[in-house]
């Protein structure tokens, strides 16, 4: 750690007047004043905390998010009790996907101010991407009881009781917020999705309009209005103002990423392939700018998880003989949450969404800084560790629903972890769903996925690589899983004949047959990705072959995967 220079009272007083500036100049994005007042603080006192989390957040704001982090570990290791470093911190985390990272700091936040309802909330947030919603109620419940007119607050419960489906609580909670801030955009987008949720396609229109007629220059808001409408006008107000709002993004470049997909999606309704290709490409040459992913890397792991997981392994008698678990894994974009939906539509089944409960909760207990979990570990458990896995993996998993027949555990990274999931669970059913691969590549590469594990999806030969690398991973479970272990559906042949898909789906799965599966979009659970405009209706099929149009522009993926 650097040290930092001791300065006289004088010195001393200079630089907080120059932070004070600073804060100022942040705040009126003169950037160019800001850099400059930064800098006479670094002649002042070199390594200054705040100089770096200052650069930390303007990190954010160019989209270097791997610069950011540089910049906040610096700053909370030059000064570790300042509580609005390790927030910043987890902010940071949080946004890239990264919820456990994020928790670690919002935890220091706390335990540093315990009053702070900012490191609260994320603390709350951080608990609600990884499927804890009740200990995010928990932790809410007494700090409205003692401030029930925090805005702040009321929009953490809103989400905590969205995630939960409580949608009427969390309807509940928003109206609170806008009658004591009617220009609260963000309660007005809460409403929108909960009318999605509840397939008012047109509420969930009409209060997506009007969070942005409240937060014209919030990008993400165009991103969800584009996801809810069809656009057939060139003149719709919102396609021109997101226009407007595109060409005066240069230097923001997540903004400017927002709106370039928003646009696509505009543009591919109107049949504009040309420009809606413009698009694409450009939110995801920014996101790929941004990326840290390691296509060298991927191939070893999977490579490594392919050496270690033998059919010897794969077939010893070990786990939990627990069938409450149904798995449903998959690539991005494959039609998971669809066949998700049509098995939460059972009257015996709950849906877990996407919890990523068994990878980053269950086996996170067996990992720490002085006993690393590598695969070789893992894969000489004996019975009864597997035991014991399975044992903290159920308990999770039934945490908020504990009279549950049967639970769907959606988590597209699990196809990673088929081995050690039969391994801990041998009777749990694992739903591989498949889609055509130039549906599914063309699909992750025209949507912005959130989160740090889609970064193979920015550029057509990363993805197209990392697909190949999908399909041997499959078959090297195909290969090694004893037979029956994993159910592997067709979307294509799902969405062409749904009553007969659903009967083999409801076989494998050992539940009886039932009508209800057949109106899954009545379905009151949450669907939290972006397939939850297509869930909402009933099956379709004009999304079989959408990569079609754009066959000229595909032309390097499709030589990758090698389709003729």
């Known amino acids: 750690m650097e040290k930092i220079k001791k300065l006289s009272n004088n010195k001393k007083r200079k630089v907080q007047e120059l932070l004070g500036q600073a804060t100022q100049a942040m705040r009126l994005r003169r950037l160019d004043v800001l850099e400059s007042l930064l800098q006479k603080v670094d002649r002042i006192q070199p390594n200054n905390p705040d100089v770096a989390n200052f650069r930390g957040v303007l990190a954010i704001q160019n989209g270097r998010f791997e610069h950011a982090e540089t910049f906040f570990v610096r700053a909370i290791n030059a000064a570790p009790r300042r509580a609005d470093f390790h927030l910043n911190l987890g902010k940071l985390y949080l946004t890239q996907g990264m919820p456990f990272d994020a928790l670690k700091r919002f935890k220091s ?125 060139p003149d719709d107000d919102i396609l021109r103002a997101m226009l407007d709002q595109y060409r005066q993004s240069a230097g923001r470049p997540v903004d400017r ?28 040459n920014l996101r790929h700018e941004q990326s840290t992913y390691n296509a060298d890397e991927e191939l070893v792991h ?97 945490s908020d629903m504990p009279d549950a027949k049967r639970i769907t555990d959606k988590s597209l990274t699990n196809i990673r972890y088929v081995g050690a999931i039969h391994c801990t669970l041998p009777r749990a059913r694992i739903i591989h769903v498949r889609r055509n691969p130039l549906d599914t590549c063309f699909s992750i590469f025209k949507n912005n996925l959130a989160g740090g594990q889609f970064g193979y999806g920015f550029n057509l030969g990363e993805l197209g690589y990392y697909y190949r690398m999908y399909l041997k991973l499959m078959q090297h479970w195909r290969d090694v899983l004893p037979s029956g272990a994993m159910y592997e559906m067709d979307y294509e042949a799902l969405v062409t004949n749904q ?42 099929k004009d999304s079989v072959a959408a990569w079609k149009p754009y066959e000229q522009h595909l032309q390097p993926l499709i030589r990758i995967l090698g389709i003729s």
């Open 302 to 398: 999977m490579q490594e998880i392919m050496r270690f997981y033998t059919p010897d392994v794969c077939m010893r008698n070990s786990g939990i003989e627990d069938e409450t678990p149904i798995f449903i894994l998959g690539m991005p974009r494959c039609g998971s949450t669809l066949s998700e939906q049509i098995l939460a539509a059972h009257p015996d089944v709950v849906s877990r969404g996407e919890s990523e409960t068994f990878v980053k909760n269950a086996l996170l207990d067996y990992h720490s800084d002085e006993n690393v979990l590598t695969l070789e570990r893992m894969t000489s458990f004996s019975p009864d560790q597997w035991r014991e896995l399975g044992t903290a993996y159920l308990q999770r998993l039934r």
């Open 499 to 540: 009553e007969e898909e659903t009967r083999k789906l409801l076989d494998y799965c050992g539940l009886p047959w039932s009508d209800d599966c057949l109106q899954f979009t009545q379905v009151r659970n949450v669907v939290s990705t972006t397939s939850v405009a297509q869930v909402r209706r009933s099956i379709y």
């Open 109 to 233: 936040a706390t335990t540093l101010e315990p009053k702070s309802v900012e490191a609260a909330i994320g603390l709350v947030q951080c608990l609600i991407r990884i499927g804890e919603h009740k200990q995010a109620c928990t932790i809410l419940e007494p700090l409205l009881a003692v401030d029930p007119a925090n805005t702040d607050l009321l929009l953490a419960m809103f989400r905590a009781c969205f995630s939960l489906a409580k949608l009427e609580r969390a309807r509940a909670c928003l109206d609170n917020v806008l009658a004591i801030q009617a220009d609260c955009a963000e309660a007005h987008l809460g409403i929108a999705q909960i009318a999605l949720q509840e397939g008012d396609f047109k509420e969930a229109q009409r209060e997506a309009r009007e969070a942005l007629r409240l937060a014209p220059n919030n990008s993400s808001l165009y991103t969800f209005v584009s996801d809810v409408t069809k656009f057939r006008d």
């Open 257 to 284: 990423t927002n709106l370039a997909f928003a646009l696509a999606k505009a543009m591919g309704d109107m049949g504009n392939v040309e420009r809606a290709w413009e698009f694409i490409m450009e939110g995801n």
